[in-house]
């Protein structure tokens, strides 16, 4: 074993310090295994020479008794949580489920019960923000799961609203969900925004929500203000 360790390193030798980095963040990011292949196509680097990282990072791991273990399973590298941790894991995530959710997760999981089976980055565009932490807040939580898997390139992952979900809402079937309200805006649309600046725009919508008048309650305040004034 030992032996086996020393050879890991020696192949790992010649990756520089930034490759090395850049598979651990790969490696923390990824919701299934991915392929050594893959990660030498986006560092572009030699396939064999993040296997060797791979491999030594595996072995790192187990030699400094960290909470995570690197495996290869079914063709591809993914960390998980060390056997070892597992209590301390289940009654985390336990308490984790009594917990109030949080914004972003409330209207995650409105997103995921309206329009399911949707994937990640149907979220995160519906939303205008990454909705991966939501997302799996919301798994571990046991409220959405895993329903499939999308006909489009790269076949992400579906979600879905699960049973207990249902349970928690008061509801017997998603037929039973009340009916979204229709927003018909008066004029024409407005344009896209500028890349960048969705933001900004994101800003004014809600200045508009918050004073639907608009410019005329303003000028309509003004005008009782100027009536009640002294000449």
């Known amino acids: 074993m030992a032996e086996g360790r020393s050879v890991d390193a020696a192949n790992d030798a010649g990756v520089d310090a930034e490759s090395r980095k850049a598979i651990e963040a790969i490696l923390l990011v990824v919701d299934e295994p991915v392929d050594p292949h893959t990660i030498a196509q986006v560092l572009e680097v030699a396939t064999d ?44 995530v336990l308490h984790g489920r009594g917990g109030r959710l949080s914004q972003d997760a409330l209207e995650t999981l409105a997103i995921v019960a309206y329009t399911q089976p949707v994937t990640r980055a149907q979220i995160s565009q519906i939303r205008g923000v990454d909705a991966d932490a939501a997302v799996r807040s919301l798994v571990s939580r046991g409220l959405v799961e895993e329903v499939g898997r999308d006909a489009s390139p790269g076949q992400p992952l579906l979600y879905g609203t699960t049973r207990a979900c249902l349970e928690q809402l008061g509801l017997s079937d998603l037929g039973e969900l009340p009916p979204l309200p229709t927003f018909a805006p008066a004029g024409p649309l407005p344009p896209e925004p500028a890349p ?20 005329g309650g303003d000028a309509a305040g003004d005008a009782a203000g100027d009536a009640g004034a002294p000449p």
């Open 49 to 92: 020479e993040v296997v060797a990282t791979l491999r030594a990072l595996r072995a790192e791991y187990v030699d400094a008794g960290r909470g995570v273990v690197l495996r290869e399973v079914g063709g591809g590298w993914r960390l998980y949580t060390d056997p070892g941790a597992a209590p301390y894991v289940e009654r985390f």
């Open 196 to 215: 960048g600046e969705y933001k900004v725009a994101r800003r004014e919508l809600d200045a508009l929500a918050a004073n639907p008048l608009g410019d």
